[in-house]
C-alpha cells in the first residue's frame, strides 16, 4: 500500500461486490494465471462433492476459465506507482466476511472432504496446494481492509476465522518429505501467519472498543490466549507487559486463566502434566500448542534421564503413552536420537536404558506435531469428518469449560 498516497487522500472505500474485482479476473485469465481452484470444471466437482481431485486432471493454465462465482482475488505485494488502491479493486467490508466463509466452507470444506483424498498418495502436495491457495487469499482480505483503514467487526471476524485455519493446518498438514514436490506446505510460513494474525487482533480489539459498547467481540478471551500462549518462549517481563495491556474483564475469563496456568507449567518444567492436560483441550487448542510438544517430549525424556540411574529401564510402550508419542516405533527414533540405549527386556519388548552421560535434546526436530496423540483419536485429516471441523472449529471456535481450566490449580 502507498502510504504517502494515503496520508494525503484519506481511507480508501471499496466498492467491488464481487469475490475478484472484473478487472483483475479479465487480466488473469488473459495471461493465464487462473489457479486450479478458481476453473469452473474443477469448482462444479468440488460443489458436488464428487470426482477426484488429480493434479493431471486440472486443465493446462492458458484453458482455464473462471466466472465471477469462482475466481477470488489474489494478494500482491503493493509498489510504487501501484493502483491496488483503487476503489473499484477493493472489497466491501460485507463482501471480504463472504469471501472469507467461502474459502472455508466451499474450498477447504468441499475440496478437502472430498474421499478422493483418503486414498491419495501425494497427500502432502495436495494439502500445500489448498494451504497455499486458501492462505494467500486470505491474505488478499486483510490487504483490502487496511487499505481501508477500517476497524470493524467484519474485519475482526475475518482474521479470527484465518487464524484458526492456519492453527488447523499447522496441525494436521505436513511437510513433504521429498524435495520436487511442486505445491509444498512450510511449517515456518503457517506459523508467521499466526503472529501476524495475533499481533493485529489485540490492535482491532482496542478500537472497537474505543468505539463503544455497540460492537460486540465474543471471541476476545479465546484469541487473547492463544496471543498469551505465544509467550513460553518470552521473558517474564515481556508477559507482565503484555497482561497490563488486557482489559480486566478479559483478564479473568476462563480462557485467559487457563492460558497463563498452560504458561506456568511450561516455565516450571511440569512438561508431564503439560502433556497430560494437553489431550482433553479443546481441539484449536491441541492445534496451537501442538507446536510446543516435540520440545517439551525431548524435555521430558532429559529430566528422565537426570532422574534414573542406568540400572532401571522403562518400557518404551509406557514411555509412548506417557509422552504423548504415537507410536512405539518413533519412541525408539526418539530415544535413539537423544543418546539413549534401546534394549530387549524380559517380556521381549523394547525398553530404554536412563542415565547416558551423552545425552542430546536436539532430537525434537524429529517429533512433529502429528505424532501427538490427539483427543478426538484421529491420526490425519483424510481420517475425520471435515465438516464437523469447519463448522465446530474454524468457524466457531473453542470454548474452555470451567472444570478443565481449574482442574490442575
Known amino acids: 500500500m502507498d502510504s504517502s498516497r494515503q496520508c494525503r487522500d484519506g481511507p480508501v472505500i471499496g466498492l467491488c461486490t464481487d469475490f475478484c474485482p472484473s478487472v483483475e479476473r479479465k487480466e488473469r485469465q ?49 509498489a510504487a506507482g501501484s493502483t491496488l488502491a483503487l476503489p473499484k479493486l477493493i472489497r466491501t467490508p460485507e463482501t471480504l466476511k463472504r469471501t472469507a466463509y467461502y474459502l472455508i466452507e466451499v474450498v477447504l470444506m468441499k475440496g478437502m472432504g472430498m474421499e478422493t483424498l483418503t486414498k491419495s498418495l501425494n497427500c502432502a502436495e495436495v494439502f500445500g496446494y489448498f494451504y497455499n491457495f486458501i492462505s494467500n487469499r486470505f491474505k488478499a482480505i486483510r490487504q483490502d481492509f487496511v487499505i481501508q483503514g477500517l476497524a470493524s467487526s467484519e474485519y475482526v471476524e475475518c482474521v479470527e476465522i484465518q487464524t484458526r485455519f492456519e492453527m488447523f493446518a499447522l496441525f494436521y498438514f505436513k511437510e513433504p ?60 517481563h515481556s508477559l507482565n ?97 537423544c543418546h539413549l540405549s534401546i534394549e530387549v527386556g524380559e517380556d521381549d519388548k523394547y525398553v530404554t536404558r536412563f542415565g547416558s552421560k551423552e545425552f542430546s535434546d536436539e532430537a525434537y526436530t524429529l517429533c512433529k506435531p502429528w505424532d501427538f496423540l490427539p483427543a478426538n483419536g484421529y491420526s490425519s485429516i483424510t481420517l475425520f469428518d471435515v465438516q464437523t471441523v469447519v463448522y465446530d472449529q474454524i468457524l466457531s471456535g473453542s470454548s474452555v469449560s470451567t472444570g478443565l481450566a481449574f482442574t490442575f490449580y
Open 30 to 78: 488473459t495471461k493465464g494465471e487462473i489457479d486450479g481452484l478458481e476453473d469452473v470444471q474443477v469448482n462444479e466437482i468440488i460443489k458436488e462433492g464428487k470426482g477426484i481431485f488429480s493434479f493431471n486432471s486440472l486443465p493446462p493454465l492458458m484453458r482455464r476459465k473462471t466466472c465471477v462465482n469462482f475466481a477470488v482475488k489474489k494478494y500482491r505485494r503493493s
Open 177 to 236: 518429505q521429498l524435495q520436487n514436490i511442486k505445491y509444498p506446505f512450510y511449517r515456518k510460513l503457517c506459523l508467521e501467519q499466526i503472529k501476524i494474525c495475533l499481533s493485529m487482533l489485540p490492535r482491532l480489539y482496542h478500537a472497537l472498543r474505543q468505539q463503544g459498547g455497540v460492537i460486540k467481540l465474543p471471541n476476545e478471551s479465546e484469541f487473547t490466549s492463544y496471543s498469551l500462549l505465544m509467550s513460553f518462549d518470552f521473558e517474564t
Open 241 to 337: 507487559k503484555r497482561l497490563q495491556t488486557i482489559p480486566y474483564d478479559i483478564l479473568c475469563s476462563q480462557s485467559v486463566k487457563f492460558a497463563l496456568q498452560l504458561i506456568k507449567l511450561g516455565r516450571r518444567s511440569e512438561y508431564f502434566s503439560f502433556l497430560r492436560i494437553l489431550k482433553h483441550m479443546p481441539p484449536m487448542y491441541q492445534y496451537f500448542l501442538s507446536m510446543y510438544v516435540p520440545r517439551f517430549q525431548v524435555r521430558s525424556l532429559k529430566s528422565m534421564n537426570k532422574a534414573y540411574t542406568k540400572r532401571e529401564t522403562i518400557g518404551l510402550d509406557y514411555l509412548s503413552r506417557l509422552l504423548q508419542i504415537s507410536s512405539v516405533d518413533l519412541a525408539i527414533e526418539v530415544c535413539q536420537s
